[in-house]
């Protein structure tokens, strides 16, 4: 009998495919390794882990054929030849029945309907985890005549992307992909799901219990609002954390029982509403992104839901209807259309161009739909509209103007890493015409952000113009010249200014880099 498992495990021994040159037992003797290969060796060991779960997906696909084949005489019975095959996956690597037969199923979905995506595993181009998605929003079109043109789609998009993908960045790209191929099947998989709207309760450890409840995406965001909203009106001084108001208030809401302050202070600021009326004592506000044609029923596209994803064209004329509804367009009725079939907009308000206007700030809130930071959660519609190149208080004709090419939305963290750090980003159009992020590690490291973004799924969006209006004098608005009385400065320039011009070379170099790589042929989207 075999005892395979007894032999000693070879890892220690990895190639540096694997590793990218540096192994976990010799870095810490390895004083000059620099911080950037250790980077590198993590996305070495995440390609690695890719190749890893594509040779396991071969040999489950190889034991569905050998032990289930094409059909099965007896899928009735509680033990098949599909329970069978996942028995000996599950007590060889100690796993659940259920997971066994779930690693069969991703195996021979990756197998017979995405081999192409099954090939973007096998290079790495995508992670373990990332493939799970894929298969999982790929699965109503299976057996359909278009489950091959679907594969090709999303394998091309891997390819144009070398990094790591973001989990809602790539939900996004492939729920696009599905729905433009067959949106039938999404309608109707929207309509099961909530035929299937339940509320349950799940008991866990510790005296504790999880209250859980499936529903509409924009009920539950509603709901979480809410929750959120609650919570918050408690003052500074409430010992709680936001985690346990939140679930104190989802209570409340519940149950509809008081939520208070725990302070203890007679003299509590906190304004709570009373039970009741706290769903009703702040706006909550859903953001949905749609095209006129489809809200007016002469087109049936896809839409979009801020911090949710790609909806149906039937679910965005369903939130339309609601009596709730506000519809504002990004580009206000009676704007005249250029000659060329797009519009101008004014891309700051008239006494600051510094700030973009509200048809701007919206236009860069729709476009991104989440951070553009990669592997962020954060929607759009709650993160900082930043400067790309930094904006120029001082002279703002110098640079980083105030132009749809040099806005982009991130969370606050990033936000304020980026301000008072040292990281750099920069943004572009590729030569698919693209708009692309790049993130610069202090070290330098270049790293590629994700290639998907909301453009994608309303290209009408690139019909829109902005233009910058008349700048007001320097030392008016956000920031100018010094005031008269202050004395020069000693530096010949201002630290701000070494650390805009030290930005500025930063991206000059690299897209020097990505402009050489394109005349020789090379993706210039790779990190280095």
Same mark, same amino acid.
């Given at each position: ?5 007894r032999?000693?495990?070879p ?6 495919l694997y590793?990218?040159?540096v @192994? ?6 390895l ?11 993590m996305a070495?060991t995440?390609?690695?882990r ?33 329970a069978?095959?996942a028995?000996?996956i599950?007590v060889?690597?100690a ?9 069969l ?13 099954s090939?973007?595993l096998r ?11 894929v ?17 090709a789609?999303?394998?091309a998009?891997l ?10 960045r ?10 433009? @191929?067959?949106?039938d ?6 309509r ?9 309760v799940?008991?866990k450890?510790?005296g504790?219990a999880?209250?859980a409840a499936?529903m509409?995406?924009e009920?539950a965001?509603i709901?979480?609002?809410n929750?959120g ?7 500074p ?14 209570f409340a809401?519940?149950?509809q029982?008081?939520?208070a ?7 509590c600021?906190?304004e709570?509403p ?5 769903a009703s004592?702040s706006?909550?506000?859903i953001h ?7 809200i ?6 896809a ?10 064209g039937?679910?965005?004329?369903d ?7 506000v519809?504002?367009?990004?580009v206000?009725?009676g704007t ?9 907009l004014?891309a700051h308000q008239?006494?600051?161009?510094y ?9 860069i ?32 004709s110098?640079?980083?103007?105030t132009l749809p ?18 990281w750099?980003?920069?943004?572009y ?7 692309r992020q790049?993130?610069?590690?202090p070290?330098g ?9 909301v ?7 690139r ?15 956000a920031?100018g010249?010094?005031?008269d009385d202050?004395?020069p400065?000693?530096r ?7 650390k805009?011009?030290?930005?500025e ?6 897209r020097?880099r ?6 020789e ?5 790779s990190?280095?």
């Open positions: 009998m075999s005892r395979w498992w032999a000693r495990s890892w220690p021994d990895l190639p540096a590793t990218g040159d @192994h976990a037992d010799d870095v810490t003797d004083i000059g390794t620099h911080v950037n290969e250790l980077l590198g060796s070495s995440q390609r690695a890719s190749y890893l779960a594509w040779h396991n997906y071969q040999l489950a696909a190889e034991l569905h054929r050998r032990l289930v084949g094409d059909s099965d005489e007896h899928d009735f019975l509680v033990v098949d030849g599909l069978d095959c028995a000996r599950a060889a690597l796993i659940t029945q259920y997971a066994a037969e779930q690693l199923a991703q195996a021979v979905a990756l197998r017979d309907r995405l081999p192409q995506v090939q973007r290079e790495g181009r995508i992670s373990p985890e990332r493939v799970i998605a298969i999982a929003r790929t699965d109503l079109i299976d057996g359909a005549d278009c489950a091959g043109e679907v594969d789609q999303i394998a998009e390819d144009l992307h070398d990094g790591a993908w973001s989990a809602e790539l939900r996004d790209m492939v729920d696009r992909i599905v729905y433009r @191929h067959d949106p099947a999404v309608r109707e998989r929207r099961r799901a909530l035929d299937a709207r339940d509320s349950w799940e008991a450890a510790d504790v999880k209250v499936t509409s995406a009920n965001r709901s979480r609002e929750i909203a609650l919570a918050g009106s408690t003052c001084d409430d010992p709680r954390t936001i985690a346990q108001r939140r679930s104190d208030a989802a809401l519940m149950s029982t008081s939520f302050c725990l302070c203890g202070q007679e003299d600021p906190a709570i009373e039970p009741g009326v706290a004592a706006k909550i506000l949905v992104v749609a095209d006129e044609r489809t007016a029923g002469q087109a049936d596209n839409g979009f839901v801020a911090g949710h994803g790609v909806i149906s039937e679910h965005v004329r939130l339309a209807a609601r009596p709730d509804a519809i504002k367009p990004i206000p009725p005249p259309q250029n000659t060329d079939g797009t519009w101008t004014p008239p006494s600051n161009p700030r973009p206007s509200a048809a701007l700030d919206t236009y809130r729709v476009r991104d739909g989440h951070s553009v930071v990669p592997g962020n959660a954060t929607s759009a519609f709650a993160g900082d509209v930043d400067h790309v190149w930094e904006y120029n208080h001082a002279d703002p110098a640079g980083g103007q090419e040099n806005l982009n939305v991130k969370d606050r963290f990033f936000h304020i890493l980026k301000t008072f750090g040292s750099v980003d920069d943004q159009r590729d030569r698919r015409g693209r708009l790049e993130f610069i590690t070290e490291l270049v790293l590629s952000g994700d290639p998907e973004n453009e994608m799924l309303f290209p009408g969006l019909r829109i113009r902005f233009a910058p209006q008349e700048a007001p004098p320097r030392g008016a608005g920031g010249s010094a005031p202050q004395p400065p000693a010949r320039r201002t630290r701000l200014a070494d805009h011009a030290r930005r070379q930063e991206r000059e170099r690299n020097r990505r402009e050489r790589a394109e005349r042929g090379n993706t210039p989207d990190a280095e």
